[in-house]
């Protein structure tokens, strides 16, 4: 079956969005892209960053609530559906549970085409990029940096910590091309 579905896995800071802006220049027809980021940025303030939607410890760890759970359900149910409409899209998400999100993604994205890809970085590179950033809590990317990966299956995995995202982009393309 025909990829239709490319999901990106990985940690913050750890190069999702990068890849995914160099996936929609180097992939042959254009392609859709939805990141979690965007979904939290979408949330009512009080649900992103309230009681029952996403909290964020001082250390940088994350907590979601059933708040949170309900619209990111709707979320991914209609992110299905704009690939069952046709549309090829590419997923940029942070599986905060494991294999658990792994299996949630998968039910709804269901007969459709998919690629899983493992996005890695080093837990110390990925601190330097967050402290680089400046948008996201000290310590995310360290704590989520193997946290995500738990228990979860790939098709491909790409380590951005020598690697830069063009590359990484290009070998995912290809195995796009070749499934």
Not at 10 to 22: E, P
Request: overall charge negative.
């Amino acid at each position: 079956m025909a990829v239709q579905v490319i999901v990106l896995n990985g940690g913050s800071s750890s190069g999702k969005s990068g890849i995914v802006r160099c996936l929609q220049a180097v992939l042959p027809v254009p392609w859709l892209a939805f990141g979690v980021d965007r979904l939290i940025e979408a949330m009512p303030v009080a649900t992103a960053s309230g009681e029952g939607g996403v909290a964020i410890g001082a250390d940088g760890s994350v907590r979601v609530g059933p708040a949170f759970d309900r619209l990111q359900s709707a979320w991914m149910a209609g992110v299905a559906a704009t690939a069952r409409a046709g549309a090829g899209v590419i997923i940029d998400d942070v599986f905060l549970g494991g294999a658990l999100t792994q299996r949630n993604w998968a039910a709804v994205l269901d007969g459709l085409g998919v690629l899983w890809v493992g996005v890695r970085c080093d837990a110390e590179v990925a601190a330097a990029r967050e402290v680089a950033r400046g948008d996201r809590a000290a310590g995310m990317a360290r704590s989520q940096a193997e946290l995500v990966h738990r228990g979860v299956r790939y098709d491909l995995e790409v380590d951005t910590t020598h690697r830069e995202a063009l590359d990484c982009a290009r070998a995912i393309a290809a195995r796009a091309a070749a499934d």
